[in-house]
């Protein structure tokens, strides 16, 4: 009886197996390449697991598949379980804190047409799109890194391109491209996405820090050097010129003092200004308690300070000394430019929208020439509501191009004066920093001889578990 030589039915299905495994086992070395290269500190050790394991897939589906019987040759075969490195490997990728894309594309295609094939769960989080891919266009819009992915799709150039991230909270990027082996006549490129605000925020502190730092000391430096000059020689005998120059010297190193604490304060709130806290904070205690605190110092000024807030509160999400932070300076600077019998108002107010709080316009008059201008606009988030602090003065007030720079530091409005106690010039800055670090915003309202009133809102905190109210 001769032998029968046809092919066996299972042939082709082994075949197609071996191919898929094949293939996917040299998609993921080329992914993990990529990324061997352009993140090493990670990489290598799952390169070496990801080689290892790609051939084990490799080799056990080019075994020849069981039968049920060995003279059986039409019997269906028994699926093999699925590898367990190929599992591991689509874990590791997942895990990976970085955003990772594989963007494909051709060079008859238009821009708009490359496309995403592959995500990690941070890029499909981060940039909001879906497991099975999106168009570049719609989750990249970077011209710098755009660029860069093109290079590596169809000039073979890796780079690596620094970018900032739009939104309230500024966030500092660095997008690493990489070519990989094209797949059926379309280019492909890795890009990886790596978060440097950290980074970024401690270079611009330690920098901003020592510029500031020596700017604004280097005149009360001056002054008490002068003085202790002059103590030393014709005033040393002359005890009302010495109590003068010692009570001038005590002003200016408390301003000295000042300007530390709040160069460190507002240097603090930079570095976390992207965390965003997790307390709950009753805004209108808050505001009660610097009502209280600040009691002295109204008393000397001879100003009357009037709270109007629900007494069911205002809760909101907020770290609570950075709140009462910012409700004391805003009160401080009403207080300083009052003059003796006039009152400031604190108003809290819960909640609200966004268009409720906040000037729906950059500027604007409206109502005897008053501005009302946005300094701080939190992202617009859906169904999100807000718990507002309103402090208004009847000093001086502020004519409308000084608006925009009232939070940048040690900006100071020319021919206004504070009184006898000088400020530092940060206060706005520290509390523009800490309404960005809360998700909140800040206005301003203000015009010539008719006061200034400045409003700081937050995100309204969620009911407390098994309380029907917040």
Known sequence: MPYDISPSPVAPQAGSRLWTAGASAAIAIAVLLGLAVLQPELSWPLLAGAV????????????????????????????????ADTVLLEQVFEALADPVLVVAGSEADDISDRRILVANAAARERLRIARGGALLVSALREPAVLEAIDEALFGGVERSTDYAGVGAQTRHWRALTRPLSPVDGRALALVVLRDETDVRRMELMRVDFLANASHELRTPLASLSGFIETLKGHARDDPKARDKFLDIMATQADRMGRLVADLLSLSRIELNEHIPPAGRVDLARAASDVIDAVSVLSAERQVRVVLKAPLTGAPVHGDRDEIVQVVQNLVDNAIKYSTAGDTVEVVVRPDLTLEQVAAPWSGGSRGEGATRLPLVTPDRLAGLRY????????????????LPRLTERFYRVEGQKSGERLGTGLGLAIVKHIATRHRGGLTV?????????????????APKAGSGRS
């Open 52 to 83: 290892l394991g790609a051939l084990t897939v490799w080799a056990a589906n080019r075994r020849p598949a069981r039968t049920s019987r060995p003279d059986a040759r039409a019997a269906e075969t028994v699926p093999d379980a699925p590898a």
């Open 387 to 402: 718990a507002a602090v309103a402090v208004r003065d009847h000093g001086p007030g502020l004519a409308r191009e000084h």
């Open 445 to 461: 309202e203000s015009a010539p001889g008719q006061g200034a009133e400045f409003t700081a809102y937050f995100p309204v905190a």
